[in-house]
Nanobody, 122 residues
Framework: VQLQASGGGLVQAGGSLRLSCTAS????????MGWFRQAPGKERDFVAA???????TYSETVKGRFTISRDRAKNMVYLQMNSLQPDDTAIYYC?????????????????WGQGTLVTVSS
């Protein structure tokens, strides 16, 4: 399974970006998917996850600002990021979960994309 994330870039504080991730295998539409991020010098952190039925969970740091969604027919997952802040600067990774449900635990995911860089300037 290959995952391709895109949509990162440079944005000013308060701005928005939309990340996209496509999975190469149709069967992944039955799995949960998630977004994680890793800032320089820090560990990879959970951002958001979405189950096969669309149920979403978020980290407290992004709740109310970010929205995860998916298009099962296209095997894609999205992350709409609004009100971006410099602390959101990181490489964002999409991942496919082992089960039908999303999780905040990175060990619950068995396929990872290459990441897309988001830089938020102050």
């Amino acid at each position: 399974v290959q995952l391709q994330a895109s949509g990162g870039g440079l944005v000013q504080a308060g701005g928005s970006l939309r990340l996209s991730c496509t999975a190469s295998r149709r069967t992944d539409s039955n799995n949960g998917m998630g977004w994680f991020r890793q800032a320089p010098g820090k560990e990879r952190d959970f951002v958001a996850a979405i189950a096969w039925n669309g149920d979403a969970t978020y980290s407290e740091t992004v709740k109310g600002r970010f929205t995860i969604s998916r298009d099962r027919a296209k095997n894609m997952v999205y992350l709409q990021m609004n009100s971006l802040q410099p602390d959101d600067t990181a490489i964002y990774y999409c991942a496919v979960a082992r089960s039908a449900y999303g999780s905040s635990n990175s060990r619950s995911y068995n396929y990872w994309g290459q990441g897309t860089l988001v830089t938020v300037s102050s």
